[in-house]
């Protein structure tokens, strides 16, 4: 029997659909107990557009997971993006109070807490503080500064914020529909717990999570996340594209890009707006279409990172999200950004998580993931490659109910 208590529901809130995971947590044994999704028709381009649609897909989608589990759920951890969010670097330095100038964890979390005094705009949100390195009376790059001797502990850290109306929306949006919100955590940040392998994130390694309305990008170097940028080109950008050139319904275009990411055939049977006669496209001319959208997309990407400026990530790009299995996007993407470029899914796992090798659920999976991550480290454990996110912002979800 399911131990309800035990149950960790991460919901990923897209542009085109609401995805469900929940997983029971034994240990450090994760089991996938339910599934579920649902179109999510209240989400545009990352942000919240329409409450009441979202809050019944959410509905939709968390009950389908709880009949194929059999176990309520009131506590999720959810996914957010959009244009709305931005990121900043900041460093800061404390004495070290640990005995005999050892470095304790609460040194650890003093540097932090002081690289995360910056000054933020009132119209933004802090949704994460994650370290890059620290430094030890003059030592640079230290990953783990726990248990050294020094004098001066400094820390580098990402902060990543987002628009406090669009913040306080979704989170709102999700407690009328039912649930409480347990944690917000960045979508490409959970696609990178599901999908990234430890020697792809110590080598240095970027993510680009591919959704319906926006692509959302992290990097890592040396484990630490060191950049993230949302570009608002999506798989939806694609669809409108193919509606507009080939003069069909966006349906019937999305359909087609469907066919397109399967078909082996040398033409597409397209259907024409208005009741006009069907035609056969050559798949040369829709890729011609494609090509041209996922181009921009991955030169906004490399726009956003300033990749001209700055090393090529040596563990490449690693595609993943509902949009990317578009034939030949990797290769798109090699070309634009200059690197080897791979699809991930999210590994299988046990229970009835068989489903979900698919890269439209690497971020549902990594928002467990990361909540079990979470659960595991207790107060004290140190955390050196996804610092938790978990609780980063409880206080200030809790003041909202």
Sequence with gaps: ???????????????????????????????????????????????????????????????????????????????????????????????????????????????????????????????????????????????????????????????????????????????????????????????????????????????????????????????????????PVGGQQVTGDLAVCLRTTWNHAEALKRQFALSEDDSLQVARVAGGSPERVAQAEAWEIIEARLEELFGLVSRGLDLPQRPIPRAGFVLTGGSCQLEKMATVAERVLGASTRIASPPVRAGVGDGLAQPEWSTAMGLVLTAHDAQSEGPTQLTTRFDSTAGRMRSWLEGLL
């Design 1 to 231: 029997m399911v131990d309800a208590a035990a149950v960790l529901a991460g919901v990923d809130i897209g542009s085109t659909m609401v995805r469900v995971v929940l997983a029971e947590a034994s240990g450090s044994r994760l089991d996938v107990i339910g599934v579920g999704s649902a179109p999510s028709l209240g989400v545009r381009h990352g942000v919240l557009v329409d409450a009441d649609r979202l809050g019944s897909a959410i509905r939709q989608a968390v009950e389908q997971a709880r009949v194929a589990s059999g176990v309520h759920v009131d506590r999720v951890t959810i996914s957010i993006s959009g244009e709305h969010v931005d990121a900043l670097q900041s460093q800061g330095a404390v004495a070290v109070e640990g005995k005999g100038g050892t470095i304790s964890t609460m040194d650890r979390q003093s540097a932090i807490d002081a690289a995360r005094t910056v000054a933020i705009p009132f119209e933004r949100e802090v949704l994460h503080v994650l370290p890059r390195d620290f430094e030890v009376d003059g030592q640079q790059r230290i990953q783990n500064p726990v248990g050294m001797s020094g004098v001066r502990l400094g820390a580098r850290v990402h902060i990543v914020t987002g628009g406090v109306t669009a913040v306080r929306n979704l989170v709102a949006c999700v407690e009328r529909a039912g649930y409480r919100v347990a944690d917000l955590v960045l979508s490409p940040i959970a696609a990178a717990r599901a999908c990234l392998s430890d020697d792809e994130l110590d080598m240095g390694v970027g993510l680009i999570d591919i959704g319906g309305g926006t692509a959302d990008v992290v990097c890592f170097e040396e484990g630490a996340v060191v950049d993230t940028c949302i570009v």
